[in-house]
């Protein structure tokens, strides 16, 4: 009896498509590029779906304000609501104590309104049908009831439930007293060797929070060629796992020539900036100055399996604290003035004032 040969073509079918639609907090995006959530629904937006998956996102801080922290609190809350694995590493001596400091999701608005009349209920059910063709929050899938949303509305005062911060899932790493990046290496390889890249299926993602890379109490602080060794031995595992690695580091700790390297390094580059108290000029120039509480600027957004940049509406955004409880991102719009042109401000070059009214380029 003959042995019968099947023909193979080079082309295979994506089977993780069908795979990873019943993860909650997975996203697919273009050109199979698959997304999670950094915890903040304006970020995703601007991003164009949120953080890539297999990429490395690094945020450099202000020495002046810690608002690289409320990115960090939110993008670690949203992976351990979606039960997923959490890495986090801190220079502090008992990292733990800071998942104490997580934001809880807000409650959403239905959950408040419980009794609707049946009317209105019918009217919202239509109304909601046709939400999907604008873009806006999206659901996971109906396997999870659809009570996990890609991307929550964190309440900053309101602590994140212990059931979510007990569990195996969460790993956490002290690098104060670490005399080199060793032991930090061989713990994001172990915790990133979870989740293998396979064109089959997803079965679960990972996270990897990286808190002040090179502060100065730890002991490599000055051994700048090994921390850029070791972001380069994180970006390339990072790369071939279903996993997202976040790493914040102030950049005036380090040589200019070594935090150009940094930022060449970054899938996706985030700063933050703080505002000063007292600005004058800064408050004839922009709206809702007094509501702001610094800024975030988007240097680079992740380029997976394309070549075709993303074209950002601004690249500075100004972060508020709705009801101060939510964070919000904005774009910075021009205060009305008198037909004087105002002066020059900006975190990454200047922008041009006229006297009409719009949106700062930056």
Request: glycine share 6%; aromatic share 8%.
């Amino acid at each position: 009896m003959s042995a019968t040969k099947t023909r193979t073509s080079s082309f295979s079918r994506n089977f993780a498509s069908a795979n990873s639609s019943q993860i909650p907090g997975l996203k697919h995006g273009p050109n199979g590029t698959m997304f999670i959530s950094s915890g903040i629904p304006d970020l995703d937006k601007i991003l164009g779906g949120g953080f890539s998956l297999g990429s490395l996102v690094i945020v450099m801080e202000d020495a002046e304000a810690p608002h690289h922290m409320l990115l960090l609190r939110n993008f670690m809350s949203q992976g351990l609501v979606h039960n997923q694995p959490l890495l986090y590493a801190s220079p502090s001596k008992d990292p733990r104590q800071f998942l104490g400091t997580l934001p809880s999701p807000a409650v959403p608005k239905d959950d408040k309104s419980s009794h609707r009349d049946p009317d209105q209920e019918k009217g919202l059910r239509i109304a909601w049908q046709y939400k999907k063709y604008f873009g806006e929050n999206q659901h996971s899938s109906d396997s999870q009831g659809g009570k996990h949303e890609f991307c929550n509305e964190f309440d900053l005062r309101k602590p994140l439930e212990r059931q979510f911060l007990s569990g195996k899932h969460i790993d956490c790493i002290s690098i104060q007293d670490s005399p080199n990046l060793v032991t930090l290496n061989d713990r994001c390889a172990t915790f990133l060797s979870q989740f293998p890249r396979s064109d089959r299926s997803i079965s679960s993602v990972g996270r990897i929070a990286i808190q002040s890379f090179c502060a100065p109490q730890c002991e490599f602080s000055n051994m700048e060629w090994d921390m850029l060794s070791f972001v380069r031995s994180l970006k390339g595992m990072v790369r071939s796992s279903n996993a997202v690695a976040v790493v914040t580091f102030p950049p005036n700790l380090l040589s200019p020539s070594s935090c150009k390297r940094w930022q060449h390094m970054a899938d996706t580059l985030l700063s933050v900036k703080a505002i000063p108290d007292e600005d004058k000029e800064l408050e004839k120039l922009l709206t809702g100055y007094q509501d702001m509480v610094g800024l975030l600027n988007v240097q680079k957004v992740a380029r997976l399996n394309t070549q075709v940049p993303v074209i950002l509406e601004a690249t500075t955004l100004s972060i508020k604290l709705k009801k101060r409880r939510f964070m919000v991102l904005e774009c910075l719009n021009q205060a009305p003035i008198d037909g004087s042109s105002g002066s020059s401000y900006g975190t990454t070059g200047s922008c041009s004032v006229s006297s009409k009214s719009g949106t700062l380029d930056f």
